[in-house]
């Protein structure tokens, strides 16, 4: 069924269409381009990327540029140690209490939606878990404003961007009062923060910054060490400092996507550059829904994500019918996570300003058909 959804469309090649999927998600076409070369003769050595061992002098420096990529452009501190691991950021969910949380010690999380209700789920196999602040009575369309965290939590952990519900934390909690733990699968290196007041930020490659195998932990070396449960040997961060992300095999290929991704956000400008583009496509579209009677947002404005936008029609009988023209337009995965319905349009770091032009013209031509 799929394969004829592609089918219907007329051919536009590479970077042809506008591509909002949630994740994995659009790259830059730059990146698809080196990578494919890569895998057909990396850095004229006659080799494939996909060949070659991960410790030679081949591969250790492109691991080496991609830490020393996420260091720059995060501003990192000397404390701060970036590893690149296998799993997914689902692994982080326990992997992170499992180095972090004693089992008669509590951790604080905060319930903003589904992905912080997986990561409370699995910090609960590993110590005591206290809600600091929970938007579940209002369907997960804000950000809790006041939190409630125990000054005897070992660490606060927060979701700052719900991939599903549409929301983003803009304030960040760095006075909590303990070690502040985030998981930004979803809107990493979008936006300038403050990255050394994290003691802990994790993040899938796939939604911002590469492709799907790896992901991204920045890490506070200071707050290791302190659980007296055994740790696994792979699942210990302390291994992984000691080798330099090399613990064992990584994965190859997604982060050489992830170290090409990372140079082009540096040579786009950086973190501060990316985020003015990332609040005029966010602008566009949210203002485009709040102008069009049809559309309706579904999130508190101050609290909507400026890398996923959560949208209703007003006439939910209407919605086949926009759905069917994105897709005849070549706009892919303007739609709703299965959970929530109605409408979801990510726009990630490489996600261009022409795709939600292009998007918002035809919300606009759309509404002035029905209106
Ligand atoms: C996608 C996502 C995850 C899960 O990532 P995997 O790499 O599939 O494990 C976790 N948290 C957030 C916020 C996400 O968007």
Not at 316 to 344: A, N, Q, T, W, Y
């Amino acid at each position: 069924m799929k394969e004829k959804q592609v089918a219907n469309l007329p051919f536009r090649g590479l970077g042809g269409v506008h591509n909002f999927n949630a994740g994995p998600s659009v790259l830059p076409k730059e990146v698809f381009e080196e990578a494919s070369r890569a895998i057909l003769d990396f850095n004229d050595t006659g080799l494939s990327i996909l060949e070659i061992g991960h410790r030679t002098n081949l591969f250790e420096p492109v691991m080496a540029e991609a830490r020393a990529l996420v260091k720059e452009l995060m501003q990192s501190d000397d404390d701060h140690e970036v590893l690149f691991l296998h799993g997914g950021a689902t692994t982080q969910f326990m992997q992170v209490p499992m180095n972090l949380l004693n089992e008669n010690e509590l951790a604080s999380y905060t319930d903003t939606g589904t992905w912080a209700v997986k990561a409370i789920k699995e910090a609960k196999l590993f110590g005591h878990v206290e809600i600091a602040g929970s938007t579940k009575e209002d369907n997960y369309t804000s950000i809790p404003k006041n939190l409630l965290v125990s000054p005897t939590a070992v660490y606060l952990h927060i979701t700052t961007n719900e991939t599903i519900a549409g929301t983003q934390w803009k304030k960040m909690p760095y006075d909590c009062g303990v070690p502040l733990i985030a998981d930004m699968s979803s809107d990493i290196l979008s936006r300038v923060l403050d990255f050394n007041k994290f003691d802990l930020i994790y993040a899938g490659a796939q939604k911002n910054m590469g492709a799907a195998g790896v992901n991204l932990v920045v890490v506070n070396k200071n707050i290791l060490g302190k659980v007296t449960r055994s740790i696994p040997t792979i699942l210990d961060y302390r291994n992984h400092i000691k080798e330099s992300s090399m613990l064992n095999t990584p994965p190859v290929f997604a982060v050489y996507v992830a170290m090409l991704t990372l140079r082009w956000l540096k040579k786009q400008g950086g973190v501060a550059a990316i985020e003015k583009i990332n609040n005029a496509k966010a602008a566009l579209l949210y203002k485009t829904i709040d102008s069009l009677p049809v559309f309706k947002g579904v999130v508190a404005k101050e609290d909507r994500s400026n890398m996923n936008a959560v949208f209703i029609m007003e006439d939910p009988g209407l919605e086949k019918e926009f759905s069917d023209l994105c897709k005849r337009e070549g706009m892919i995965g303007v739609k709703g996570h299965r959970s929530v319905g109605g409408f979801r349009v990510s726009l990630y770091n490489a996600l261009k300003l022409e795709s939600v032009e292009a998007l918002t013209d035809l919300m606009k031509d759309f509404a002035n058909k029905k209106g």
